[in-house]
């Protein structure tokens, strides 16, 4: 069953709520302005998240941690582009970044997309059910039930902040 509508109809964390309490596995996209997010959960159990903000991809992260440098990380992408181990896998696999620290970086950004989608007051989201791609993936999941508790608690804080950082460019300068 398919489940699709606006985010000012029913909010994010409703949706989470629902997914969890039935035990979904499916795609789900979260989708405001130029902004989009996608999560494949396994039975109430978000497990794989991507974006098209370059800064949340996974390259970027492990690249901004220092756990890997650019020629690593190319040299990953071209391995990837070869096969069909993800890209995590790959670096696992030559070295660049231990499994366990890795797991930990990609539990850190799927629950971390999640409370932001669900301080989002207006978009776009629709969940259909689906397995999540096989392939050679380090094992991960968030609970959706702990992470919608997590979001509601910070929801209010996101919100008073957005209001005085209202763009995601917007940057600082110490005078």
Request: net charge negative; glycine share 10%; hydrophobic share 50%.
């Amino acid at each position: 069953m398919s489940l699709r509508g606006a985010i000012a109809t029913m909010p994010v964390d409703d949706v989470l709520e629902w997914a969890a309490r039935r035990a979904v596995s499916g795609r789900l996209v979260v989708e405001r302005d130029d902004v989009a997010r996608t999560f494949w959960l396994a039975r109430g159990v978000a497990v794989w998240e991507t974006s098209n903000v370059p800064e949340e991809q996974l390259g970027q992260i492990l690249l901004r941690s220092g756990l890997v440098d650019e020629r690593t990380l190319a040299d990953a992408l071209n391995e990837r582009s070869a096969g069909s181990a993800s890209f995590g896998k790959i670096l696992v696999m030559v070295g660049a970044v231990g499994e366990t620290d890795l797991a930990t970086i990609l539990t850190t950004k799927i629950r971390e997309a999640l409370c932001e989608v669900v301080s989002w007051r207006d978009g776009w989201f629709d969940l259909d059910p689906a397995e999540p791609p096989a392939g050679g993936r380090v094992a991960v999941g968030v609970a959706l039930a702990t992470c919608v508790d997590l979001a509601r608690g910070r929801r209010d804080r996101w919100i008073a902040i957005r209001r005085l950082i209202a763009a995601d460019g917007l940057g600082f300068a110490i005078r």
